[in-house]
Nanobody, 124 residues
Framework: QVQLVESGGGLVQAGGSLRLTCAAS????????MGWFRQAPGKEREFVAA????????RYGDSVKGRFTISRDNAKNTVYLQMNSLKSEDTAVYYC?????????????????WGLGTQVTVSS
C-alpha cells in the first residue's frame, strides 16, 4: 500500500483559495487512482474529487464542481486539490485517498489507503 501525507490546510476567508497537497510514498504512484474526501464536524465523510491513475479522467462532488480542481504530478508522487471561491460550508478535515488500478472511484469503500487529513477552515 501507499502512504499518504496531506498538507496545505489552514484558515482562509470566504471567497479565497487554498491548494492542498498529498504526497505519496512508493514507486508505483502512477498506478493509483487518487481522491479527496472531507469530513465536517458531526457529518459523514463526503466525496470531493478523484482522478484516474493515468489521468486525465476526473470526477467531482456536486458541491465543489466548478470551484475545485484535482491534479497530479506522477513524477513527484503528488496529487493536488486547488480550491477556489471557498465557502464556510467547505470547512472540514480533508483527506487524501488512493486506490490501486485504473477504475475512477468515488466511494469511501473504493479506496484502500488514507492520509491523516488536513484541516481547512473558511471564515465568513
Amino acid at each position: 500500500q501507499v502512504q499518504l501525507v496531506e498538507s496545505g490546510g489552514g484558515l482562509v476567508q470566504a471567497g479565497g483559495s487554498l491548494r492542498l497537497t498529498c504526497a505519496a510514498s512508493g514507486r508505483t504512484f502512477s498506478m493509483y487512482a487518487m481522491g479527496w474526501f472531507r469530513q465536517a464536524p458531526g457529518k459523514e465523510r463526503e466525496f470531493v474529487a478523484a482522478m484516474s491513475a493515468s489521468g486525465p479522467g476526473t470526477r467531482y462532488g456536486d458541491s465543489v464542481k466548478g470551484r475545485f480542481t484535482i491534479s497530479r504530478d506522477n513524477a513527484k508522487n503528488t496529487v493536488y486539490l486547488q480550491m477556489n471561491s471557498l465557502k464556510s460550508e467547505d470547512t472540514a478535515v480533508y483527506y487524501c485517498a488512493a486506490r490501486l488500478g485504473t477504475y475512477l472511484p468515488s466511494r469511501i469503500s473504493d479506496f484502500g489507503s488514507w492520509g491523516l487529513g488536513t484541516q481547512v477552515t473558511v471564515s465568513s
